[in-house]
T-cell receptor
């Protein structure tokens, strides 16, 4: 079946690293995504990783993929107040390229 | 600069009164999507258009319909809104329907049903 799970909340101190974790169930996933949603706004694609990759780095963002455990993580280095948002993990299916399955989102809050 | 535009941003309707939400895009993308996002939940795909071809998700209620009169516009019609239909409705577009085609989201329309 298709299921993407994330913890609901994460609180980090400004300047620390944030690590948001996600697990998925469908081993046929082709792409895995991280989206950011700020209050009252739509979803913004932050980064994505192809299922045959282990890691992808893009400035302050690092995505790690453990295919064996079906575990995906997003690390945000030097977390800033502007990083406060809900982060959604998502996967696209080999069987239906246009369909993305989203997790419930992790709300990241930054404390001074 | 806005690429995916949704109007209105906030919509209030009465129980059972038909309502239409609109989405337009300046990207000339082939695919347009409608998602429903309830509070603290994941966005859920309702349906999408690939050009003029309509693709409904199996679990989308009949109460939800969509129209795409041209490439730029797509509408979501809720024929008889119930209290359970109160949600954020997100429109998205992608150039094509491959995994590599990024979905660009609009800001959403928050629907309240009284």
């Amino acid at each position: 079946g298709e299921d993407v799970e994330q913890s609901l909340f994460l609180s980090v101190r400004e300047g620390d690293s944030s690590v948001i974790n996600c697990t998925y169930t469908d081993s046929s996933s082709t792409y895995l995504y991280w989206y950011k949603q700020e209050p009252g706004a739509g979803l913004q694609l932050l980064t994505y990783i192809f299922s045959n990759m282990d890691m992808k780095q893009d400035q302050r963002l690092t995505v790690l993929l453990n295919k064996k455990d079906k575990h995906l993580s997003l690390r945000i280095a030097d977390t800033q107040t502007g990083d406060s948002a809900i982060y959604f993990c998502a996967e696209s299916m080999r069987s239906s390229a246009s369909k993305i399955i989203f997790g419930s989102g992790t709300r990241l809050s930054i404390r001074p | 600069d806005a690429m995916v535009i949704q109007n209105p941003r906030y919509q209030v309707t009465q129980f059972g009164k038909p309502v239409t939400l609109s989405c337009s895009q300046t990207l000339n993308h082939n695919v347009m999507y409608w998602y429903q996002q309830k509070s603290s939940q994941a966005p859920k795909l309702l349906f999408h258009y690939y050009d003029k071809d309509f693709n409904n998700e199996a679990d989308t209620p009949d109460n939800f319909q969509s129209r795409r009169p041209n490439t730029s516009f797509c509408f979501l019609d809720i024929r008889s809104p119930g209290l359970g239909d109160a949600a954020m409705y997100l429109c998205a577009t992608s150039r094509d329907n491959q995994n590599t085609d990024t979905q660009y989201f609009g800001p959403g329309t928050r629907l309240t049903v009284l």
